[in-house]
């Protein structure tokens, strides 16, 4: 036991984790776990750890460690997990993270609005949040500004804005060509592209992969064979739709994520369309029944849980340290090749 680090008059003498860890013959880890419950771990270990934790009078004290630092051990994330399955498994990376180093995790949705974004930053600033991951909305300036004047560490995940901030998300230029490379190889020359919201980083960058793509493949561009599905799915039908239409219209679709993907389907089926004899179809964003459609659908897969737990490191780092250097992460992503796109 030592004395910590505590404001005189709230806590003289403690255990620590380590204390506990020694007593108990086990790694400071594992009393974590026990803790925080983040690892199952062997019942005789549990009950050593816990017969420790009796002995030496061990607490986490949150409290008295909320009013030492001004925090409160907390760490929020704020993107669109409820409405985009993807984001729901960049929140598992999230938490395995920040849970191990004994945070809780608030989440918000912001519904990809500026002005509801702005208004949740506040909220959990006013929560007293040690920090945030944030996937941004396409205008999400308010909002940073206010972390800013507020002095609210945020990491930025999967849309990429701004290089002052930490910053994690895939690759997105390159696997959309690649996307492209592939129809093309397969004989498509019309290649519809159902685009995401305007404004989010993703979009653009995934539409630039596609203009690359076309390029490399001797093709040139015509904004006649875009549309916004708005990254729902509701919205990529309505696209679907609009660009069936066209004349000469698309042999072949790209959608730039896997909601868009699930309403291009719903879409073709409504035209009487079947995938891949009649139409062509590739996804931005693999999950988890992705293989298990009929078609088996061809799509770009992001190390989801990667981007996650990488923000939740980022975000870490700069609580331990707050004058560390900004750093910018692209993890790769990668082809997962199925028969959607009409191979077999």
Known sequence: MRATDEPEGVLAVMATMTDVARVAGVSAATVSHVVNGTRAVREETRRAVEDAIASTGYSPNTLARSLATGGTSSIAVVMSAISN???????????????????????????????????????????????????????????LDHLDAQNVPVVLADRLLDERYDQVGPENTEPTAQLVDHLAGLGHRRIGMIAGLAGLSTTEERLIGYREGLARNGFEYDSALVDSGR?????????????????????????????????????????????????????????????HF???????????????????????????????????????????????????
């Open 85 to 143: 399955p993807y984001f729901g498994q960049v929140l598992q990376g999230v938490e395995a993270e920040v849970v191990r180093q004994g945070y809780t995790l608030l989440l918000a949705d912001p519904h990809d609005d500026p002005e509801h974004e702005l208004t949740v930053v506040r909220t959990m600033r006013e929560r007293r949040v040690d920090g945030i991951v944030l996937a941004a909305s396409a205008d999400p300036r308010p909002a």
């Open 231 to 291: 990254s729902d799915s509701a919205g990529a039908a309505d696209a679907v739709a609009r660009l069936l239409a066209v004349p000469d219209r698309p042999t072949a679709f790209i959608a730039a994520n896997n909601s868009m993907t699930i309403g291009a389907m719903s879409a073709f089926g409504d035209a009487g369309l079947e995938v891949p004899s009649d139409v062509a179809l590739v996804g931005f964003d693999d999950f988890p029944w992705a293989d």
């Open 294 to 344: 009929a078609p088996r659908l061809t799509v770009v897969a992001q190390p989801c849980a990667d981007i996650g737990a990488k923000a939740a490191q980022l975000l870490l780092r700069r609580l331990a340290d707050p004058s560390v250097e900004p750093e910018t992460h692209r993890l790769p992503s990668r082809l997962v090749h199925r028969n959607s796109c009409g191979c077999r």
